[in-house]
């Protein structure tokens, strides 16, 4: 996936992510639990430089979903279109995840898992599993610390943690893999306070820098930012014009 150059109105301003091609597209996109039919989704396109809240009852697959396109759960049938590096518009299986999108997603678990080292390894641990010079590791690495607001902590275990500072951390490593999407769950469900309100400005600011963040979502605050694209997933359906 690419970032396509900015897309221009005849009067030579930036269209807005609204109307720009979608990031990437999902076709086919099912999941069956049983003898129930859990969704069944025919398209579904991730627009750019947006931020996408997916709301929906509990049991509705809205992390399901989330982790088939992250290729963390297989999705049989389905498939994903895009745009390639060269500009050739590009379609293959979803499952397994291709290659070409696997560095360009990044997932957020619910209750993020951290590596049992200091802060700051945790978030170099994907930039040197790329293979990243160590100078441009540190560079990266420093920059994300200063942006989620971690510093202080940065030589710390993660079991001496807080809530909200186990989420910037997480946070912070996936923004330093600098991925086009991100995909969230429940960013802000077991915070509240200071914690919270932190949570919510990285998200602003990843959206600011361009980039789609689509989360699975039931905070009111994080829903009711200006802008925000709002998705709901019940009764096997997905409805992307949900008001």
């Known amino acids: 996936m690419s970032t396509l150059p900015a897309r221009r109105t005849p009067d030579g301003q930036a269209l807005p992510p609204s109307q720009l091609p979608p990031l990437l597209t999902v076709r086919g996109l099912q999941r069956q639990v049983g003898a129930r039919r859990l969704f069944d989704i025919a398209e579904l396109a991730f627009p ?5 809240v997916l709301t929906g009852v509990n049991g509705a697959g809205k992390s399901t979903l989330l982790r088939m396109v992250a290729g963390l759960e297989r999705a049989p049938g389905a498939s994903v279109a895009w745009t390639g590096a060269d500009g050739t518009p590009r379609n293959a299986a979803l499952d397994p995840l291709p290659a070409a999108l696997r560095q360009r997603i990044a997932y957020l678990h619910q209750h993020p898992y951290l ?7 945790n978030i170099a641990y994907g930039l040197k599993a790329r293979g990243m010079p160590d100078d441009e590791v540190r560079r990266r690495v420093g920059a994300a610390l200063g942006w989620a607001g971690i510093t202080h902590v940065q030589d710390t275990a993660p079991e001496c943690l807080s809530g909200g500072e186990v989420q910037r951390v997480a946070l ?9 999407l991100l995909l969230l769950d429940e960013p802000t469900s077991s915070l509240d306070g200071h914690a919270r309100e932190q949570v919510i400005g990285l998200v602003q600011d990843l959206a600011a820098e361009g980039r789609s963040v689509v989360m699975v979502c039931h905070d009111r605050e994080l829903i009711n930012l200006p802008g925000v694209v709002r998705w709901k997933l019940g009764d096997g359906r997905l409805d992307t014009r949900h008001p």
């Open 48 to 52: 750019r430089a947006a931020v996408v």
């Open 172 to 180: 912070a490593r996936a923004k330093v893999l600098e991925p086009d």
């Open 115 to 121: 590596f049992r080292t200091s802060v700051r390894e």
